[in-house]
């Protein structure tokens, strides 16, 4: 289904950000994916161009600041890029995502995406996983609510630290060689964890709600894991 298909709330350009149900991720297992993209640029464009900026910020790990982000975007994004484009996709269909989990961006910043668009998926899902690089941008995470939805992705030991202190529970991606900051725990679905369960059975990256407070790490993973770098550590 189309979840938003309007302005990013980063920089303002055309996004959009459908729902489907189908993934082969054996980390997460089957949950209701969101594709967060410009409308108006294939997204394995928008990352050569600088473009995904409007739905990934300044995020140090998308590719076109030739970082270590994992996702291929001329796979599973762009084919629902294009579905979009054939008018595969309406706005009639969240019944079939009841009872499910819902993973907020797939590919993507869910702060991108007005939380109002969220909010019919969020009342009819079951438990989430979520994550922001613009946990630290006040223009799009003055809603303090994004606190109790989605982690904050820190990206070193000493953003981690700050964003804690604000309020916020972390998600940090990270090296071998990196020992956890207190209050962190290794995510159980990583290869470091020996894969003990996957995200639908954790659901632990749901933002600050109930008991959870612990910071979730994992080692830097994926097809460009090894453009991975650890910076400005504490």
Known sequence: MIVYDGPSKIDGKPIICIATLSSANPKTGVMVQTWIMRADIEPHLAIKTGDDQSICGDCQHKPSNDGSCYVVTFQ?????????????????????????????????????????????????????????????????????????????????????????????????????????????AVCPASKEAGHKMQCIDCLSCSGRTGSRSKGIVINAHGSRANKYQLIASV
Request: hydrophobic share 35%; net charge positive; aromatic share 12%.
């Open 76 to 184: 599973a994004p762009l084919s629902v890029y294009r579905a979009y484009h054939r008018g595969i996709y309406d706005y009639r269909t969240i019944d079939k995502f009841a009872g499910m989990p819902l993973r907020l961006g797939s590919y993507g910043d869910p702060l991108a995406v007005p939380l109002s668009a969220w909010q019919p998926l969020l009342d009819i899902t079951n438990g989430r996983t979520g994550y922001t690089h613009q946990w630290n941008n006040r223009k799009v995470a003055f809603d303090t609510r994004w606190k109790s939805l989605v982690m904050a992705s820190a990206d070193n030991q000493e953003q981690a630290l700050i964003a804690q202190a604000t309020g916020w529970r972390t998600f940090r991606v990270t090296d071998e060689t990196s020992p956890k900051v207190k209050g962190e």
